[in-house]
């Protein structure tokens, strides 16, 4: 496995694999997952994928990087139970940068984008391009595309962000559909009284504690 300080010195599971040779990218490369990193076996990860420090990928999660590439994990954030993470495809045939289907983030280029302790809950679904930023939580069911999403947002269960810059602090309420960058510019803040305002805290929390207590379970088989 190609991974750096990362799983290369486990056996690679069958769950977590380079991308296929396609039209549009002709190199397989398998994904960089930290050490600490708990990556459930009905999980899949799939191409370039990097995945940070203390972070819990739960059964079912589907992170794909075979079309839209590379997608980036930050450290201590969680991917719930039958999450999806896929993307646009960001090369063209000649291996240019399809510039659209890409989110820029410090240097980088990404069709996929999570911070730090963020926290996607089950069956959230993050199609690239797609920037979710630290301590943000996404609500079960949430669908998040073609946007990006800044710092300390709570994304409310069921809820859908197309094509929009969310500003940070800013919550979305249950099953809100935002589509436009007015609608997104007038979300409400996050206040002391908001029911939600420490959930993310709590589940990243509960998360970092399960991820390290499966890789010790794991350590001790």
């Not at 993307?87 to 063209?92: H, I, W, Y």
């Not at 929009?164 to 609608?183: F, H, K, L, M, N």
Request: aromatic letters at 6%; one cysteine or more.
């Amino acid at each position: 496995m190609l991974t750096g300080d990362t799983m290369s010195n486990r056996a690679t599971p069958s769950n977590i694999t380079a991308n296929p040779i396609t039209s549009w990218n002709r190199t397989p490369i398998y994904p960089i997952i930290d050490n600490t990193a708990y990556i459930h076996p009905y999980a899949t990860v799939i191409g370039e994928v990097k995945i940070g420090s203390d972070v819990m990928v739960c059964p079912h999660a589907s992170i794909r990087a075979d079309e839209g590439t590379p997608i980036h994990i930050g450290e201590q954030s969680n991917v719930q139970d039958g999450v999806v993470l896929h993307g646009l495809e960001t090369l063209d045939p000649v291996g240019k940068e399809i510039a659209p289907n890409n989110v820029e983030f410090g240097e980088g280029h990404y069709s996929i984008y999570i911070g730090e302790r963020v926290s996607l809950a089950h069956q959230s679904q993050i199609h690239g391009p797609a920037l979710i930023g630290d301590d943000t939580f996404v609500g079960m069911q949430a669908f998040v595309f073609k946007a990006r999403v800044s710092d300390r947002c709570v994304l409310e269960p069921g809820s859908r962000i197309i094509g929009v810059d969310i500003p940070p602090g800013r919550y979305v309420s249950a099953g809100a559909v935002v589509t436009s960058q007015e609608e997104a510019d007038m979300l409400p803040e996050v206040h002391p009284e908001y029911p939600y305002r420490n959930t993310n805290e709590a589940v990243v929390k509960v998360n970092i504690e399960l991820a390290r207590g499966y890789m010790k379970m794991g350590s001790e088989q």
